[in-house]
């Protein structure tokens, strides 16, 4: 049996652009490459919550789209299987930047994890880190 392709950033822009809730978020690829990804999100009012901090749920898509993504830089198709969240601080700042990558590929799974940033000042700050294990389709 042939190993699926690996995800290209090409690829990757492509079902991005036709992904409404990644167009909702209005999420940009800053980094792709074989293990590893990273994104940024510019926070807006629409993706806070009542405090005013942006949603743990956008917190948590990036996680899980950039863990995902990371493992298909190198394993092709994939699901997310579990991911967890620990949020660390609230998400205040300019942008979020999210940075995956892939801790081990294995015939049937990876596991990727990946760190959220808030940038205020041009300081970053960490406010969460993940986990994720990701199937191979």
């Not at 492509?14 to 409404?20: G, I």
Request: net charge neutral; with cysteine; glycine share 8%.
């Amino acid at each position: 049996m042939n190993a699926p392709a690996a995800l290209t950033r090409e690829r990757l822009e492509e079902a991005l652009e036709h992904s409404p809730f990644a167009q909702l978020v209005g999420f940009q690829l800053t980094d792709f490459g074989p293990g590893r990804v990273a994104m940024e999100v510019l926070p807006r009012r629409e993706l806070t919550q009542h405090h005013g901090f942006v949603h743990g749920a956008v917190v948590g898509f990036m996680i899980d789209s950039a863990c995902a993504w990371a493992a298909a830089s190198l394993v092709g198709d994939v699901v997310t299987s579990e991911y967890k969240v620990n949020l660390l601080a609230p998400a205040i700042g300019d942008k979020l930047i999210c940075r995956s990558e892939v801790i081990k590929a294995g015939q049937r799974q990876a596991v990727s994890r990946a760190d959220v940033f808030a940038v205020r000042d041009g300081q970053e700050k960490i406010i969460a880190t993940g986990l994720a294990t990701i199937a191979r389709v």
